[in-house]
């Protein structure tokens, strides 16, 4: 089984310069793109079990971690939507031919963008589209209405705002800066044109992503084949070994698809 080869690009200049880690396993295609979720690393249950698939399949994967996640370069608090967007863009240059675009939670919502971006260049090589817990226009949809006038007086007076996370035992900082530029990047309210599959993997028992969030999405998608599939007893990871069952199955069926 050969390796995944570590790389980094440098994505940015001047002050917005950042040093992106990226994990390449070569192999045919199509190839699977991971994008992970907010405060997720590459080296996480769902990635890593996306290129153990990979690995078994003989199929080319492709993932990396966020400026300010993991191992890349870049401050958290710099990051947004639109930069995050610009970075995933970067990455998926490096890869060839047509790929599989898998995103959890906030990758969801990247892996669309991302998606929509290629279309407008002319550039469009996902062939499918595997989203998990899609966390669709999250920074104005499911972050801002948890607020509360102390944590918006926070935010306007010193830029951010902490708050507790089920995930880490330190709260995650959420910046003005990310809310107010998601408001470029928002996809509901009008239709979400893929040109391709759309596979979304939702739980049913998701205290951060909601299920009617995943019918939302599903609603805006009027002229793509989508499958949606509930797992009644799941959480916003998905990551038991049946969730992952289901992830690799979704997956397969995407890369077999003509």
């Known amino acids: 089984m050969t ?9 940015g200049k001047g002050m917005a310069s950042r040093s992106i880690a990226v994990l390449s396993r070569p192999g045919r295609a199509p190839g699977l793109f991971w994008l992970g979720g907010f405060r997720s690393e590459m080296t996480g249950g769902k990635a890593t079990a996306i290129d153990r698939l990979g690995a078994a399949d003989g199929l080319a994967v492709t993932r990396f971690d966020y400026s300010g996640h993991g191992q890349s370069g870049g ?8 930069r995050w967007l610009e970075e995933a863009l970067a990455v998926f240059a490096t890869t ?17 963008l991302l998606n929509r971006a290629l279309r407008e260049s002319g550039a469009a090589r996902v062939r499918a589209l595997i989203l998990i817990a899609p966390a669709l226009d999250m920074t104005e949809e499911l972050m801002r209405p948890e ?6 007086e926070t935010l306007a007076r010193q830029g951010y705002v902490e708050q507790p996370s089920d995930y880490s035992d330190e709260p995650y900082p959420i910046t003005a800066r990310l809310i107010e530029e998601g408001r470029d990047h928002l996809l509901f309210g009008g239709p979400i044109e893929t040109g391709c599959p759309v596979t979304i993997l939702q739980g049913g028992k998701d205290p951060d992503v909601p299920p009617a969030h995943a019918l ?31 992830l690799r199955a979704a997956v397969r069926r995407a890369v077999e698809e003509e």
Do not use: C, N
């Open 216 to 246: 939302r999405l599903v609603s805006h998608l009027l002229h793509d084949p989508v499958t949606l599939t509930l797992v009644p007893d799941g959480d916003h990871r998905l990551s038991r070994e049946s969730d992952l069952d289901l």
């Open 147 to 152: 607020f509360t006038p102390e944590d918006l």
């Open 75 to 82: 401050d958290f608090l710099d990051g947004t939507i639109g």
């Open 3 to 11: 390796d995944a080869r570590a790389q980094r690009l440098t994505i």
């Open 96 to 112: 060839h031919g047509p790929q599989v675009v898998i995103g959890s939670s906030m990758g969801g919502w990247l892996a669309l």
